[in-house]
């Protein structure tokens, strides 16, 4: 099967006459102004440290602050040579700063440490693909003129799958075209040397045929500028054998300049420059009421939960919605701790809901337009616009300071209209949408892809309940992986339920929150035994340095084990005590605050792409991290085994697309034999050592830095749902997909349809079915150790 | 007179031409370890390398932006013994970390190039230097670095490993370095006959190579008729 690279992008028109861009997270964007014909990129950053904190550098010889105005710095040289490399046609929008926040889901992350920038191909509008930069590039701090410089030749990358046009002396391999080679004939551009030049190369610089050697040239056979005009559809062959390079508008029906005349002009390329450093989430939380009272009561157990988890600061709102009409309640912002009068507040006001079913749920168009412009000042905007008959304004119109999310509960029959979709993709909303199981009549799965939310499908209301705890980690950005976790379905009186986890080092693993959801099961006791032998319980955690929680109002059991915790590496043992039978569902599990996460993705197998179905994992921390041992165990909708252990490669073979790329894949052909939902559990070690970071290396250019081997085992777990339509198997790889089309669409990828398949679950990720054990009850780990 | 096969005319003049030409002095044994220090574009490209002949003689070359900072001529037996020569061609030709399909990472990590010609068959290895097979790790402990500035321009032959490879298009295209040449040039002929080792040259004489070749630029890939294709690499 061919391997194709999903292009996540959305193509939606704006009244302004363009159409929105889509990528990692719901505020990237690329709008395109047609009376202009500019483009505004909007990004998100990550950064790796407390920017109200901030660490300093000694940066030419002078301690220098990475602050607000360190990073303001750079993307203000980034967004003049953006302007000038583009003459004019390209500017930086809103860029929402995050701190240690979002990691995987930034386009930018720069990250105070040594390192060479790097950025994916293309990579804009792909879910999980990045433009990595370093305050400390090739080991020498630099100034924010040296990093805003790096960033805009990324961007050439990054934006528009350019190659690069310096030489690299030593390099005599010339049977990877796309890397820069010791042969070299270094064009004057910023392919070349963003310290020395702003433009990119024309038809001029390749006039002399002798002066022909360059990884843009030998790649794509022309100029830089040559290519931003083609349409990608014209690329050489071996160009397109993944995927269509991006077409942006602003190049489209444009002649080759012969004359560069933009020069940097801050008061231009600055002009739609807009940095926030995002604070908070502004969440609205949107009851489906077209339940029964029970799972309704589910619901309100759940968002119950959801509201005692959220941090200070958060902005919630809440919405009802039966029939074809909705009811808004009301807006809080939440205090610290679980008596804070607002949260109590918000908790009242969802007990006061009731159940009307059979009332349908047209409802719900309205009620997520009316969420999405509370949570969004952009949607607001765009709503008001709308009303009166306006264009829509440009995404830097208003700031949006706060995360603006829905976490909908509903049931997988839910289905909205395709503007609802528009109008919280173009009002940057994510959508988390939390459904009882119903079939696969609804759409609101794909809706929350398509807004880089979370989908969650809970068979019950207790296991929706733990879901949503799970993804106050996406709302919020948090990298929390799973080490492991284990779910017991029943259990007798007197029963003792065990689950190992492995703790790595704190290289790799941070603070370990073990925790037990107990749901409405009593008389439950949690204990630790340490690798050391030693029993842990709530009495003597404290004097052990261990802090443990009894959280009544989430149903939980925590411990926090800190990293300075003596003898922490190595395998812990949980073990949770029953003195009654249960009542519904327990589950343990461990999870770690660490940078070194899964991200799994589907792709194939749904009505829409009715390719075959493949499933990759990519492992990262955020480097790639390669030769790691990756294994998947597969269920159906009931929790029964469909595959064991199906071993996913990185070899380059087969549906791998490279080897040692870190990205791991294997095929679900033969596997998958009905229709239904399914849930992957992905489980990653390092049991025999050969796991290894890199920094990537490249297609297209310059040398790998030196693998570093991690040296010690450690364990991540992922679970995704996804529901898979048999049909596909039937189907080939349909003439859409492979084509060259871009129809009307900003970024035309060939794809008539919304390919928003892979869902990247990464650290903060979904939490899903959890596999019930065999006999129900004891002394298993879902780890592998 | 029965006529001669004319594959065995071309191994004729193939070995007359080595032993009338500029190569038949190469055949002493070496080594050459060369260190190319990380780089990315704007960056000083910082060089280092060791040559280490058979018969006793070695240099020491350190470059910055491909001039030569310090250099400096040895003749006390560090040469690393012909039976350690044999055990590098156990080895791999590379040991650098593969790259990832769809990203750019920019510029060079730290790098060794390892150069070894033993018994008429010459070996290159490739590796991130921190990635170093043990066998080439030994070899680093035993060298040493000779403080000594550098004056003057020289040139040097490079000989190219098995993954430069060009095809037959290209290479027709690459200026013909003849044997003529070479022999109108002493420094040429020295350089020729001891791959990698700098040799002193005249910035105006390496001007007349330039026009002889149609060339500009220090650095010149040219056709041979013995060696294939070579990097005649000038450092001003």
Known sequence: MKKFIYKTFLCSSLLLGGAALAGSHPLTKVVFDKTSGISYVDQVVHIDWDIDNPPSLVIDGVSTPLNKAYINSIMEIASDLLYTMTEGRMRLGKISVYSNTFLDRADMQILNKSGRPNAHLDGIDVLGMRNQNFTQPFGEPANATYIGKTIAHEFGHYFFGLLDEYREVGNFKTEDPGSPQDRDTPRPTIMNSQMDFSRFSTPADYSDTTKRQTAQYRWFGRSAWETLVADPATDLPHTKADKLRTWFDSFKGMSVPTTLAVPIDASKSRSSLQLTFMKNTRVAYVFDLNVTQPELDGFIKAATASINAMPAGTIASSLTFSGGSFVEIGTVTLGAGADDPMRQVARDSFLSHKAMPGTGFTGLNNALRRAAVLVSPLAAAQDNAAKIGLPAPLTTSVEIAATPAIELFTTTASTVLPETQTALVNGAVMLIAEMLNKGNGGNMETVAKATRGSPAIANSAAELEKKVLHHIHALNGDSMPNIASQKYDSFAAGAKLEMKFLVASKAIDGKVVLEALVGPNVGMSLELKTPGGITVNEFNAASLGITYKNNILENSLSYYIPTTFPNRTGNWTATLSAINSSVAPVELEAETESKLSVAVSIIGGTKEDPRSPMITAIVQQPVIVKNANVKVDIYDATGMLVKKDLVLTDDGLGVDLKPGDGVYSASLEGILTKSGDYDVEVHVTNGDLTAAYGTGGALSAGANARDVVIGENFLREENLDFAFFSNSLAAQVTEAMSGGGSGGCTLGRGAPFDPVLPLLVAGAGLYLLRRKRPDGLVNESSAHH | ?236
């Open chain 2, 1 to 236: 007179m029965p006529k001669i096969p004319q594959s065995i005319v071309k191994v004729i003049l193939l070995y007359a031409g080595l032993f009338t030409s500029f190569w038949a002095a190469a055949q002493v044994d070496y080594l050459v370890w060369s260190e190319l220090s990380v780089w990315a574009p704007g960056r000083p490209d910082k060089f280092r390398q060791f040559y280490f002949r058979q018969d006793g003689k070695g240099q020491f070359v350190e470059t910055l932006n491909e001039r030569v900072i310090r250099i400096a001529d040895v003749n006390d037996n560090s040469f690393v013994k012909p039976l350690e020569l044999s055990q590098l061609f156990d080895l791999s030709d590379s040991y650098e970390l593969p790259k990832v399909s769809g990203q750019v990472v920019e510029g060079r990590g730290n790098k060794v190039a390892l150069v070894s010609s033993w018994n008429g068959r010459t070996k290159f290895i490739t590796a991130d230097a921190n990635f170093l097979p043990p066998l080439m790790a030994g070899y680093r402990e035993k060298m040493i670095e000779p403080s000594v500035v550098a004056t003057g321009s020289f040139v040097s032959v490079r000989l190219l490993p098995t993954s430069f490879k060009l095809s037959s298009a290209e290479v027709d295209q690459l200026p013909l370095m003849s044997d003529d040449l070479v022999d109108q040039f002493s420094e040429l002929r020295d350089a020729f006959a001891s791959p990698f080792k700098f040799i002193v040259m005249d910035e105006a004489r390496w001007r007349l190579v330039q026009s002889h070749l149609n060339q500009d630029g220090l650095g010149v890939y040219v056709r041979t008729t013995q060696r294939g294709v070579v990097k005649v690499q000038f450092y001003p």
